[in-house]
């Protein structure tokens, strides 16, 4: 190859840091098992009042008794609301996080790009495959034991996480098929189905800190392994991992848009305003 100089110009790049997750991932494990907790409290409220409809229908119960276990529910439901928005900014910052480090372990062309992990969740119908998809990249791209930065998408992928999603779409689809209350056999038929939507919720909780711990520490050995090895040493000219270039400049930090083919230094279209999530 012949020896080429440092680009003049790396205006478009973006520098990228190592962001280390284990401290969100502390905190999502802790708001995770709350939201687990909780979850179970409200479906045992759901239960209650459902037991206490009955009771009240025998002459057991009074309708101070429906009444106390009906604001058992609200009450629980309305402080399990707010853990879980909570849970959700710390855990679209983890994945976000984790979207930037897969890019510095030269995970190159996700499925979405790191953006996604924040815009993916507000978009009606796309939001029920976008999350998904962006975590199967997370546990692909942080296999530590893949060097190939072309084909790292094409890694087996790991059931847990559809096992996660799959729990957490039907307990909302479940919650959000609760029609209005109206009777009490309306309000009974409606407990029944919280209980088996917030049942379904809980187990979600659990295995998103599966899922959660079990990236974060592969991502870790990924990224020491590639210190170990060296890979890249620092600011030079690498073969393109992407193969659509003889070489492309790494800064540091991060690849960059500039390129080169035989022996003439371009720059990548596909990787403009240091976008190396581009697809």
């Known amino acids: 190859m012949t020896q080429l100089p440092p680009p003049a110009s790396r205006s478009t790049v973006r520098p990228q840091y190592w962001r280390p997750t284990a401290g969100l991932r502390t905190a999502l494990t802790w708001l995770?098992?709350?939201?687990?907790?909780?979850?179970?409290?409200?479906?045992?409220?759901?239960?209650?009042?459902?037991?206490?409809?009955?009771?009240y229908r025998r002459g057991g119960a009074t309708f101070s008794h429906l009444r106390a276990a009906d604001d058992a529910v609200r009450t629980l439901s309305g402080l399990t609301f707010f853990?879980?928005?909570?849970?959700?900014?710390?855990?679209?910052?983890?994945?976000?996080?984790?979207?930037?480090?897969n890019e510095l372990l030269g995970r190159l062309r996700p499925?979405?790009?790191?953006?996604?992990?924040?815009?993916?969740?507000?978009?009606?119908?796309?939001?029920l495959v976008i999350p998904l998809r962006i975590f199967h990249d997370l546990w692909q791209g942080a296999d530590p034991d893949t060097r190939?930065?072309?084909?790292?998408?094409g890694l087996r992928r790991w059931?847990?996480?559809?096992?996660?999603?799959?729990?957490?779409?039907?307990?909302?689809?479940?919650?959000?098929?609760?029609?209005?209350?109206?009777t009490l056999a309306d309000i009974q038929r409606a407990d029944k189905v919280s209980v088996a939507a917030r049942l379904l919720m809980a187990a979600a909780a659990v295995l998103?800190?599966?899922?959660?711990?079990?990236?974060?520490?592969?991502?870790?050995?990924?990224?020491?392994?590639?210190?170990a090895i060296g890979v890249p040493a620092g600011p030079a000219w690498y073969a393109d991992p992407t193969s659509r270039y003889d070489h492309?400049?790494?800064?540091?930090?991060?690849?960059?848009?500039?390129?080169?083919?035989?022996?003439?230094?371009?720059?990548?279209?596909?990787?403009?305003?240091?976008?190396?999530?581009?697809?």
């Open 208 to 227: 998103a800190i599966v899922v959660v711990r079990t990236i974060t520490t592969r991502q870790a050995a990924a990224n020491d392994g590639a210190r």
């Open 248 to 279: 492309r400049y790494w800064d540091g930090t991060s690849w960059t848009a500039h390129v080169a083919r035989a022996g003439e230094m371009t720059n990548d279209p596909s990787f403009e305003a240091g976008s190396a999530e581009a697809r």
């Open 83 to 101: 853990i879980f928005l909570a849970t959700a900014v710390v855990f679209i910052v983890w994945q976000w996080r984790s979207a930037k480090n």
């Open 148 to 153: 190939n930065y072309r084909d790292w998408r």
């Open 159 to 182: 059931p847990v996480i559809g096992c996660w999603w799959f729990c957490y779409l039907l307990s909302g689809a479940l919650q959000y098929s609760v029609s209005g209350d109206t």
């Open 32 to 55: 995770l098992a709350v939201d687990g907790v909780g979850a179970l409290a409200v479906a045992g409220a759901h239960l209650n009042r459902s037991v206490a409809i009955d009771d």
């Open 111 to 127: 499925r979405f790009s790191p953006g996604w992990s924040i815009g993916g969740w507000f978009i009606p119908f796309a939001n």
